[in-house]
Structures are given as structure tokens and as C-alpha cells.
């Protein structure tokens, strides 16, 4: 495929849209805006967090998805069952490469795993709790864990199962046991977005605060939202390790029960992944007192800014002191790489849409080697996502959003304990924001498109439009950009590789570009609907008679 002249980006925001009719083509342009950062980071409104429109092809998950698949999927030693016909389970069943490490061969691991009540139309018709009862008995007598999740689907909710009371009615049989039930049904929300809410609040209440018992170790961290896909939570324990920090838990990747049981008692959460779990920082910092900011790992720059930056909050010299030895260490290795593969890679052009922070972290990673981002959005992002968390107030609360429970948490009378005295905030000072999070837009340059909800259609326009040298997105986009004869980057299961966290991560990543934009392969591609398009027709009125 030829390379198009330049196109403005107000020519290209206009013909995402032209072929929808006016009233669609209205809605889509609020979601699609051309950056340009003002005054104290002021950027334009973009609307996120909407319905998709029914007939357009979405990037986006369910919330059944977002809630067993993306934040409790990576946890290994709680059951997790989902109540609904085999389909839902297959499709959350390790399609995320998130990776586990049991201390031992002996030790619980049930990631391999998905279990499902494999619901048929006799429960579509009287009803599934007796057959879910069933299925926790026998995975109870099979795997005899400490703990159980149940996962709602659509049908589940349609013929209105109370998982809940199934729930509370297994664990008195099996008080040894802690049971829980999502109500996270697929149609819950807009997105898998509102998954991530429903699941943010059922560990909170269910699980946070059961265990009292802190971990070994100085400087405890509990790291939100990372999810160890192709193993960067690995990755990132291993430098924290190396820099003297213990990481108390990972939510969720890598996880297991007790960790998130006693996460409560850390001095500090850091949020990887700001939409899917910022719902849980917030709700600890009001009950227990721990302080959270954001931190991003993808990327040398950013790994060495979020160590300096955790360092800092202890305001331990001796902390300071390694996390920059290890940063100088760990950098040498990545300044060679980066700098062969930036001599390649320098000037080349990137779009990517995925997830609720990836599209944002992924920018940095791109700009070590010189690329840049010329278009990026989430799939199931709100406005705080991209424009910063300042602009939260003025978000209006719609039908969708109030789908879901907002839970009123107040501090724990025993379990509370401010983490930071007066001393701290004084030496923190007022630059370093805690709850805060800057968003997309600010970091992307002027007249960089922003598109939210992306969709086919209008991922082909800007194929065709602007020839990107690399497209990150899913495997639902993955085939249509090959065959354009663009490079495609899965950024939510790293296709085959990984880990692309830390140090070590941002030197695969490097790597990994630099092959896949380098190679000579994708110029020999031929689209089959360049030739042959597979479906033609002709309208009737056209035809002779
Ligand atoms: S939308 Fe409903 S039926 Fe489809 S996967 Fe999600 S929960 Fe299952």
C-alpha cells in the first residue's frame, strides 16, 4: 500500500465520520478530538464512558470481561466460577497471557483453569442456583479452596439468579471457606469498565481487611492495577526487590489470597493501571488511611520516575541512595539498546488503542526511540482518563454509571492509621500529588488525534489516511492491520512476548519494535480486498428488469 500525502488532522477527524448518518456522525465527533494542551494542562472535553452504537463494530469487552477477566483472572488461588453458558467462560479462559509464579509445584494454582455452571435452556427457563450450588460442591470437593468467586453473565441476570444469597447460603455450609458472588453481567455497563467497578468493590468488602498479619520486610507497597501480562509484575518485583522496597501485593497479577487479604496493612498503593482500580485506592485510603499515587512502569524513563518517586514518599536516604544505584546499573544496558534501535527507529509513527492507561503509558515507551504517537484512544476509558482527574467533578453521572454501587466508606475505627504525619506532608510539599492523575492528553503532542471507542471502520480510514508504521490494539483489530501490511502490536496480551515493564521489559520492547517495523516483510503484502472484494452486491432498483 502507498504511503498518503499528510493529511490535517481536522480533514481526518471530518472523514472518520462522513459515511455515518447525521445523527451517529454528531455523537462520534465528540469522541474524537484533536489535542491541544493549554494553560495548566487544559485540554479539550472528550466524551468517553457512552454507550457504543448498536450496528458499530466496537473494540470494547463486556463487563463480565472486565471484572473475571481483567481483574480477578490473574489472582491464582481463588476459585473462580462463572455462572452462564460455556461461551462466556471460554472466552475469559487465559486469552491474557497474565502469567503466575506458586512458590512450589505443591502450591495452589488455578489459573489453568475455568470453571463454569455451563448453564443450558432448562436453567435459562427454571432457574440455575441449584446447579450452581452443585458446581461450588464439587469444585469444593475437588480443589478445596480457601476461597471462592462467582461471575454473573447476561442470562444470569436476565432471569434474575441471586448468586449473592447462593453465596452466603454455601459459606454457612462451608464456613472455612470465603464465597463471594460478582454481579457483573455483561450488559452491566458500557463497557468492561463497569466490570472493573463490581469486582474494585467485592474484594474491598469481601476480602481487604481479613488479615491482619503484615508482611516481612521495610517499605511495603501494594501495586494496583498490573496484571502481569507476558510477566511484567515479575519484572517489576524484581527491581523492587533489587531497590529495598517490598511489594505487599499485586493487584492482581501474580496474586493470592492472603496478599490481598492483608493488603491493608502496606504503607503505600501505587496505581499501574488508573480506570480498572483507582475505585480501590480510593476506598482504602478513606478506610485504612493509605495515600496512593500514580506510577508507570512501562518504559526506562518512567520505571526510574516512579522509583524516584516512591523513594521519595519514604524520605529514606538510604532508599534514595539504592533506587539510584539500581536506576544506573539497570540504565547502561537500556541507553545501548535503545540507542541502536532509536538509530532505526527515530521518526516513525505510531497509533494505539487499548485499555484505560496502556494507550497513555505505551506513548513514553514509543518516544525512548524516537516514535511518535499520532492517534490514540481507550476502549473503555472515562473523561478523567484522558484529560486528568481534575475535571471528575464536572463528569455527569448517567443511567449507566449509576448501574453500578458506589460503596460510602468511612475509616475503620481500629484499622485506620494515617500513614503520613504532618513532618511528611511539609517535606512532601504541595508538588507531589497524591490521588491525582494527569491523564492522556496532556502528555500527547498539539494536534494529535484522540479517539475514543475507536471502531473498524474508522480504524481503516486512518490506516488509509496516515500509513502508520506500527498499530497497538487487540486481536480483534490484529488481522485487519496485517493485511494492510502495517505491523500490529497487541498491547493487551503482548502477543508472544513480554515482559515489556522495567528495565529489562523496555529493552525487550525495543527489540521487539525494531523487528517488527524493520522488516522488509510487510511492503510484500497485498491486501485481498485490494483484488477481490469478498462481498459485492447491487441494489435491486439498479438491476434490468
Ligand atoms: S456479553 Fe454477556 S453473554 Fe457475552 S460474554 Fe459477556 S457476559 Fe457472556
Redesign the pocket.
Same mark, same amino acid.
Given at each position: 500500500m502507498e504511503k498518503k500525502p499528510e493529511l490535517k488532522p481536522e480533514e481526518a477527524a471530518m472523514e472518520l465520520v462522513a459515511c455515518f448518518p447525521a445523527k451517529v456522525a454528531r455523537k462520534r465527533s465528540k469522541q474524537i478530538v484533536i489535542n491541544e494542551v493549554g494553560p495548566e494542562e487544559q485540554v479539550p472535553e472528550v466524551m468517553a464512558n457512552v454507550r457504543t452504537i448498536p450496528g458499530i463494530i466496537t473494540m470494547r469487552? #463486556? &463487563? @463480565?470481561?472486565g471484572c473475571k477477566g481483567v481483574v480477578l483472572g490473574p489472582t491464582r488461588d481463588i476459585l473462580q466460577i462463572t455462572h *452462564? %453458558?460455556i *461461551? #462466556?467462560g471460554f @472466552? &475469559?479462559w487465559a486469552t491474557r497471557r497474565n502469567q503466575t509464579r506458586p512458590a512450589t509445584g505443591e502450591d495452589t494454582n488455578f489459573m489453568p483453569y475455568a470453571l463454569s455452571t455451563d448453564m443450558q435452556e432448562e436453567q435459562i427457563i427454571f432457574g440455575g442456583e441449584k446447579k450452581l450450588k452443585k458446581a461450588i460442591e464439587e469444585a469444593i470437593a475437588l480443589f478445596n479452596p480457601k476461597a471462592i468467586g462467582i461471575f454473573s453473565?447476561? %442470562?444470569v441476570g436476565l432471569i434474575g439468579d441471586d448468586v449473592h444469597s447462593v453465596a452466603r447460603e454455601m459459606e454457612a455450609k462451608y464456613p472455612g471457606i470465603n464465597i463471594f458472588g460478582f454481579s457483573c453481567? *455483561? @450488559?452491566k455497563g458500557v463497557s468492561q469498565s463497569a466490570g472493573h467497578h463490581v469486582a474494585n468493590n467485592k474484594v474491598f468488602t469481601d476480602v481487604v481487611g481479613l488479615i491482619d498479619e503484615p508482611k516481612e520486610g521495610k517499605y511495603k507497597v501494594n501495586l494496583l492495577g498490573e496484571y502481569n501480562i507476558g510477566g511484567d509484575a515479575f519484572e517489576i518485583e524484581r527491581i523492587f526487590e533489587k531497590a529495598g522496597l517490598t511489594l505487599h501485593s499485586s493487584f492482581s497479577g501474580n496474586s493470592v489470597y492472603e496478599e490481598f487479604a492483608s493488603a491493608h496493612t502496606a504503607d503505600l498503593n501505587v496505581v499501574m493501571c488508573h480506570r480498572s482500580i483507582n475505585y480501590l485506592a480510593e476506598m482504602m485510603e478513606k478506610k485504612y488511611g493509605i495515600p496512593w499515587f500514580k506510577v508507570n512502569f512501562i518504559g526506562a524513563e518512567a520505571s526510574a520516575k516512579s522509583l524516584r518517586k516512591i523513594a521519595e514518599y519514604y524520605g529514606d536516604k538510604e532508599l534514595m541512595d539504592k533506587v539510584e544505584e539500581v536506576i544506573a546499573e539497570e540504565m547502561k544496558e537500556v541507553a545501548r539498546v535503545r540507542d541502536d534501535v532509536a538509530s532505526r527507529c527515530a521518526g516513525k509513527t505510531a497509533m494505539m488503542f487499548v485499555g484505560g492507561s496502556r494507550a497513555h503509558h505505551y506513548q513514553d515507551i514509543f518516544k525512548e526511540i524516537g516514535m511518535k504517537t499520532i492517534a490514540a484512544g481507550y476502549e473503555f476509558a472515562h473523561r478523567d482518563d484522558y484529560e486528568g482527574r481534575k475535571v471528575i467533578p464536572s463528569i455527569k453521572v448517567d443511567a449507566d454509571s449509576r448501574n453500578i454501587e458506589e460503596l460510602k466508606v468511612t475509616a475503620d475505627p481500629e484499622k485506620y492509621r494515617d500513614r503520613l504525619t504532618e513532618a511528611d506532608r511539609k517535606r512532601l510539599g504541595d508538588e507531589f500529588k497524591f490521588k491525582n492523575y494527569e491523564g492522556m492528553m496532556p502528555d500527547m503532542d498539539p494536534k494529535t488525534l484522540v479517539i475514543d471507542d475507536l471502531n473498524h471502520h474508522e480504524m481503516e480510514v486512518l490506516i488509509e489516511k496516515f500509513h502508520p508504521d506500527i498499530f497497538c490494539a487487540g486481536v480483534k483489530e490484529k488481522y485487519v492491520v496485517q493485511k494492510y501490511g502495517i505491523p500490529m502490536k497487541q498491547l493487551h496480551s503482548y502477543d508472544y512476548g513480554g515482559p515489556y515493564a522495567g528495565f529489562q521489559g523496555a529493552i525487550n520492547f525495543y527489540r521487539d519494535i525494531d523487528k517488527m517495523i524493520n522488516t522488509k516483510v510487510w511492503s510484500l503484502v497485498k491486501a485481498p480486498w485490494d483484488d477481490s472484494p469478498e462481498l459485492t452486491a447491487t441494489y435491486a432498483c439498479d438491476q434490468a428488469v
Open positions: 469487552g #463486556c &463487563s @463480565y470481561a *452462564g %453458558p *461461551g #462466556c @472466552y &475469559s453473565t447476561c %442470562p453481567e *455483561g @450488559y
